[in-house]
């Protein structure tokens, strides 16, 4: 399946927007949505609140006011392009409220403050706690789910290539260019890409944003009022009301960090109504109309991310968080003048998403650092090797055909700080470091500002589909987990340590799904480094698919128990005409030397480094211990013997 122009990803109000602009610049256009319905679009409430938002002076603010100004053309356009109105409403919007304001003389330049009496004219039925509000003449609502019919309907009139029910799975990508969309329906191809897929647009790109849940409600007017009792946007401190002129009320609307967690809940509603029927009390009396959710797609500092990509041909149009619909109109602009025109307005350079990758040095150790001895660089370097003849008698470990000196791989969870991290990768002296895709995407703890806190330069990021319970999750995850590092600036890595565990006791890998997995993700070029129970069958089989390694664990993660599967871990190195990495359940410096005895090419070692007492010393101690380790096998140890052997020869001693 092949487009000749734009290929769209994300059929939300920005997604559908974009193609429209472009379409009547003259482009063909085909847009992939994974379910019309499912839009944040759809499950908005539509305001245009630009002021009343109280967005401050800066790049934010100007983009948003350049919009709210060109909604009324636009929507003039799109009625009468589609024939079905949208419902754009200029009706100003209130903003009650409890106690004094904060006077600040730009307020005079936005609104007009009310006092109690002045604002209960210009809406009736406030609570009585209402002490005043801001009135903000130049903002209004659109009925959002009438403004994306219009869109959609607007589309098919002019023959944008519409695909519903199309899931993206996967971006393809080569030599910074995207070649394909790897869908649900086939591959999609086109010149240029547009991601605008929202809360989602993560699960397929490494960006920073994340979905933001927001739960709302609807009221209905009864049919015993013959006039609206609402005609004002109402934009309280803790709700907002916006009345509809065909009698619907939306209230809304929690935001809840969940993921993408359905579903209303008793809370969610429960905090709803409380907040709508303390502003306006009649409220208590409507009926209940309608529940929803949605999820809002959001970013670190709340701005949009629009404009250019790691990738030539690829274009960001995301994260727009709570203001989709408002900025709507000026984001399909910018974007069909920057890919149509190759005109890049000044004001995308404020919302790159580089902003979010910015290189940080690594702070040096502090002097009062027990691990001062080490004086490591701002950048992260690997430790000198410590006999200068290493290299006459050993090689540097292949993963890939990379190349690596250090034998020792280390993690980044389960520290107590991300500074106790950084030091303890300098003292391992590792090249590969392993990140848990899942857990920087979400900003879990103990991982927020990960991607920032290492050198990459001097690192080789080994992501892991940690978390993951399918194979169907690890093929996503890795995927994710590829263009994270290249983000970071490694677009020649390919690596992905593969881990497919469903068992939440033991967190034992599944055999069968990890197979699975890797079957598929070397066939789509993947250096799989697979992570497996000691199982010599599965290690070779695994080998015969084209992984790069394998990493037989030495007893359960995290455990600390050391080495319990000796035996079959030498059945392994025996067999193995790939790398042979221990992983979990190292424990002590001795445990990681004795599993290097065995002629293992590697190790990987997390909690023993990260939960130590000192994790920087214990980084180091476990460094030197890879080193002695692979020293002695190399070196060859005595053969045990049943009875004891002299040190000193017995010939030519003084006898009496």
């Not at 006011?65 to 919007?93: F, H, M, N």
């Not at 007492?613 to 070196?635: C, D, E, T, W």
Request: proline share 7%.
């Amino acid at each position: 399946m092949t487009t000749s122009d734009i290929l769209i990803i994300g059929g939300g109000v920005v997604g559908l927007a974009i193609a429209v602009e472009l379409k009547l610049r003259g482009a063909s256009v085909t847009v992939l949505s994974r379910d019309f319905r499912a839009a944040a679009s759809h499950a908005a409430a539509g305001m245009l609140a630009p002021q009343a938002e109280a967005i401050p002076p800066g790049a934010m603010r100007d983009l948003c006011l350049k919009s709210r100004s060109l909604y009324p053309e636009w929507i003039d356009k799109l009625e009468q392009l589609s024939g079905v109105t949208t419902e754009y409403w200029a009706c100003g919007i209130l903003a009650p409220m409890y106690q004094e304001p904060i006077y600040t003389a730009e307020d005079d330049e936005v609104a007009y403050w009310l006092e109690r009496d002045a604002i209960n004219m210009y809406q009736s039925g406030l609570s009585s706690d209402v002490i005043g509000g801001w009135w903000y003449p130049e903002d209004g609502q659109v009925d959002n789910r009438a403004l994306m019919r219009s869109l959609w309907t607007t589309a098919e009139s002019l023959g944008i290539n519409l695909q519903d029910n199309v899931t993206v799975q996967a971006i393809q990508q080569q030599q910074r260019r995207v070649i394909g969309v790897q869908t649900s329906a086939g591959v999609y191809r086109a010149e240029h890409y547009v991601l605008a897929a929202g809360a989602w647009s993560n699960e397929l790109l490494p960006v920073a944003v994340r979905p933001k849940k927001g739960q709302m409600l609807s009221l209905r007017v009864p049919e015993g009022y013959s006039e609206l009792p609402l005609q004002r946007v109402l934009y309280g401190s803790d709700t907002y009301i916006v009345p509809r002129r065909d009698r619907r009320i939306i209230v809304g609307a929690t935001s809840e960090d969940v993921g993408l967690t359905p579903y209303n809940t008793p809370l969610g509603i429960q905090t709803l109504l409380q907040n709508a029927t303390r502003l306006v009390p009649q409220l208590q009396h409507y009926p209940i109309n309608e529940l929803w959710w949605g999820f809002r797609p959001a970013t670190p500092d709340e701005l949009p991310i629009l404009g250019s990509s790691p990738c030539h041909n690829l274009t960001f149009a995301t994260g727009h968080y709570r203001n989709g619909i408002l900025l709507a109109p000026v984001t399909a602009s910018l974007i069909a003048e920057y890919i149509w025109q190759q005109k890049s307005d000044p004001l995308l350079e404020h919302f790159h998403f580089s902003r979010f990758y910015q290189e940080k040095i690594a702070p040096v150790l502090p002097k009062s650092s027990p691990t001062q001895y080490l004086s490591p660089s701002a950048k992260m370097q690997t430790i000198e090797k410590p006999i200068e003849s290493l290299t006459e008698i050993d090689t540097p470990l292949t993963i890939a055909g990379r190349t690596f000196h250090s034998r020792l791989m280390t993690g980044t969870g389960k520290y107590r700080s991300i500074e106790q991290m950084q030091q303890s990768v300098v003292a391992s002296g590792c090249e590969i470091v392993t990140v848990a895709v899942r857990r920087v995407q979400t900003n879990a703890p103990g991982h927020e500002g990960l991607a920032e806190a290492l050198d990459w330069n001097q690192i080789w990021m080994l992501p892991n589909t940690a978390g993951c319970q399918t194979a169907e999750e690890a093929i996503r995850v890795a995927r994710l987990g590829r263009e994270m590092a290249k983000l970071l600036g490694q677009e020649d890595n390919n690596f992905v340590k593969l881990e497919v565990i469903p068992d939440a006791k033991y967190l034992l890998p599944d055999p069968i799904g990890t197979l699975e997995a890797a079957e598929k993700l070397v066939k789509e070029g993947f250096a799989v480094l697979p992570y497996i129970n000691a199982d010599p069958m599965l290690a070779k089989r695994l080998e015969e698919v084209g992984c790069a390694t394998v990493m037989p664990l030495a007893s359960p993660i995290g455990s600390g128990q050391g080495l319990k599967t000796t035996a079959n871990i030498q059945i392994i190195i025996e067999n193995a005409n790939v790398p042979v990495v221990v992983d979990a359940g190292i424990g002590t410096p001795s445990e990681a030397a004795q599993a290097m005895e065995l002629g293992a090419d590697a190790l990987l070692i997390n909690t023993a480094i990260a939960q130590a007492k000192n994790p920087p010393v214990m980084a180091r101690a476990m460094s030197m211990a890879a080193i002695a380790g692979r020293l002695a096998y190399l070196a060859g140890r005595i053969p045990i013997k049943d009875y004891a052997s002299p040190s000193s020869p017995l010939s030519g001693t003084i006898t009496s």
